[in-house]
């Protein structure tokens, strides 16, 4: 296993406390054990206190904007292949603004693996409800209770992602093994993780979350290739929740299906900049 330190960057400007902590913990652990350098890893993050995790790393980063780390990383991806690339957002990031790119980059199957840290709420901008929040949470943009949460579990089940799974942030071990079967597995690979925000969320806190998480390995048979059972567990939440690989199915991944990339890498490709000029006679 690589030095874990080999992977570190500037100190956290987060809370106390935050749940981030874990992630980026489990992130450095899991791309150590996996013998990565790290200019094998580009992390790509949106805009919020869960984007700045790539800036605590070293890697390859872009920060994007709020809500658009997919389209980058994809792009990235088809430009080269070799990279593994990660793209991270908060569930703002990721459901709200980004929802649009999250749904066609599940349907799609991009070979990316996208980190969600679900706190449940918009933390950069001080605590407005997000598209996650619990059903009747008060913040100071919802004073009567949020409205009906999003279920990015069963919308991605629905949408057949190849590998879906939830985790959870005081739960490094766990949250870093996740993260290696998700980088390792062809395909999207969404992961939600559970993250509790100290500062803005007073429901969905540490003790809450481990008053009801269990794990989906642990025990009951349970098998990862059964869309309906997965679809079962995806509807679990208040009393128990299950972390773990809730589905996986092999299906055609993007980027192994593009023309432009039968012969490779388009970095490792000899680019001749002159040859437009055959396309712009066919205008002349
Ligand atoms: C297009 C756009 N809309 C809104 C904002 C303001 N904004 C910045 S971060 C953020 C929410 C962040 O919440 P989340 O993605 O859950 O990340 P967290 O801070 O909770 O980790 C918002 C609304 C913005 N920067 N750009
Ligand atoms: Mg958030």
Redesign the pocket.
């Known amino acids: 296993m690589e030095e874990i330190n080999k992977y570190v960057g500037i100190k956290p400007a987060w809370c106390p406390g935050c749940g ?1 902590f874990g992630i980026l913990r489990a992130v450095q652990k899991a791309i150590a054990e996996l013998d990565l350098e790290p200019y094998q890893v580009l992390m790509v993050s ?6 700045k995790l790539p800036h605590y790393t070293r890697s390859n980063i872009l920060n994007e ?3 658009r780390p997919i389209p980058a990383a994809i792009g990235a991806k088809i430009a080269n292949p070799e990279l593994v690339v990660l793209a991270i ?6 459901y ?2 980004g929802g649009n790119h999250w749904l066609h980059a599940m349907r799609r199957n991009h070979d990316i693996t996208y980190l969600v ?1 679900n ?1 449940q ?5 001080k605590g ?1 409800a ?1 598209p996650s929040s619990d059903y009747g949470f008060v913040t100071k943009t919802t004073p009567e209770g949020a409205p009906h949460p999003l279920n990015p579990i069963a919308l991605a089940i629905a949408s057949d992602v190849s590998f879906v799974a939830r985790s959870f942030a005081g739960d490094p071990d766990h949250l870093s093994s996740i993260i290696k079967l998700g980088i390792q597995h062809k395909g999207f690979a969404l992961i939600d993780i559970l993250q509790p ?1 100290v500062t803005f969320n007073h429901k969905n806190t540490y003790s809450w979350y481990q008053e009801r998480i269990y794990k989906l390995e642990d025990g009951n048979g349970y098998k990862p290739d059964d869309k309906i059972a997965a679809f079962i567990k995806a509807q679990e939440w208040e009393d128990r929740i299950p972390i773990g690989v809730f589905y996986r199915k092999s299906r055609p991944v993007f980027e192994e299906q593009l023309f432009a990339l039968k012969n490779g890498p388009l970095t490792k490709q000899n680019i001749n900049p002159l040859q437009i000029e055959q396309f712009l006679s066919e205008f002349a």
């Open positions: 981030n949106g805009i919020g206190q869960a984007g904007l709020h809500g957002s908060g569930d703002g990031d990721a709200g603004e840290h706190n709420i918009y933390g950069l901008t407005q997000s925000c």
